[in-house]
């Protein structure tokens, strides 16, 4: 199984990016699919996720309203369209996957699946 996040870069604030994850090894459609991110010095957090249908989407906080989550079952990958961005966003970027449950995991480690990161970083 294989997670390859991509999109990442440096950004003004204000700006624009979106990231995606390829997912390859599984099948994609039987995954809930998380966005999380670590800053330096700070816990991972998670960012938004979706169930694996795409229905539902949860965000932390600081991100609603700017950040979107999005999934194309059909290309196997997942979006987080981040709007507005603001130098507290600059961060690694990580995605993962878990087997479809009853709610979306909230922490990292509880995703089967992990994928390496992308560096984010949001200049003022």
């Known amino acids: 199984v294989q997670l390859q996040a991509s999109g990442g870069g440096l950004v003004q604030a204000g700006g624009s990016l979106r990231l995606s994850c390829a997912v390859s090894?599984?099948?994609?459609?039987?995954?809930?699919m998380g966005w999380f991110r670590q800053a330096p010095g700070k816990d991972r957090e998670l960012v938004a996720a979706?169930?694996?249908?795409?229905?539902?989407?949860v965000y932390a906080d600081s991100v609603k309203g700017r950040f979107t989550i999005a999934r194309d079952n059909r290309k196997n990958t997942v979006y987080l369209q981040m709007n507005t961005l603001k130098p507290e966003d600059t961060a690694v970027y990580y995605c993962?996957?878990?087997?479809?449950?009853?709610?979306?995991?909230?922490?990292?480690?509880?995703?089967?699946?992990r994928g390496r990161g992308t560096q984010v970083t949001v200049s003022s």
């Open positions: 090894g599984l099948t994609f459609s039987y995954y809930d």
């Open positions: 979706t169930t694996w249908s795409g229905s539902s989407a």
């Open positions: 993962a996957a878990d087997y479809r449950r009853s709610g979306v995991r909230q922490r990292f480690d509880e995703y089967e699946y």
